[in-house]
């Protein structure tokens, strides 16, 4: 079982940069799948990206490509979402996921989630 805590959420102006940050609990995070998911109110969560176990394969939603960077750092036990170039859209409750083998993109271990606004 792993335990994760997002951080790094805030009010930011379009235009700006963020970095989100996910932090595991346990020994065995290089053995998780981990995702990076957002909501808004009333809308269906949406799949943001994906990085693989050993970091080396990472995918991301169409709507974010190019302006959003997924990283992790297995020794630390942390997963990170950089997002460039913020855009009102980008508005929504962040959160990290985790799961061994993420089959379907079905999650098991979810975080608290991070608020991220982005003003005009």
């Known amino acids: 079982q792993v335990q994760l805590v997002e951080s790094g959420g805030g009010l930011v102006q379009a235009g700006g940069s963020l970095r989100l940050s996910c932090a595991a609990s346990?020994?065995?995070?290089?053995?998780?799948?981990m995702g990076w998911f957002r909501q808004t109110p009333g809308k269906e969560r949406e799949f943001v990206g994906v990085?693989?176990?050993?970091?080396?394969?990472?995918r991301y939603a169409d709507s974010v490509k190019g302006r959003f960077i997924i990283s992790r750092d297995n020794a630390k036990n942390m997963v990170y979402l950089q997002i460039n170039n913020l855009k009102p859209e980008d508005t929504a409750v962040y959160y990290c996921?985790?799961?061994?083998?993420?089959?379907?993109?079905?999650?098991?271990?979810w975080g608290q989630g991070t608020q991220v606004t982005v003003s005009s």
């Open positions: 996921a985790a799961d061994p083998e993420a089959s379907s993109g079905l999650f098991h271990y």
């Open positions: 346990g020994r065995t995070f290089s053995s998780y799948v």
């Open positions: 990085i693989s176990r050993t970091g080396l394969t990472i």
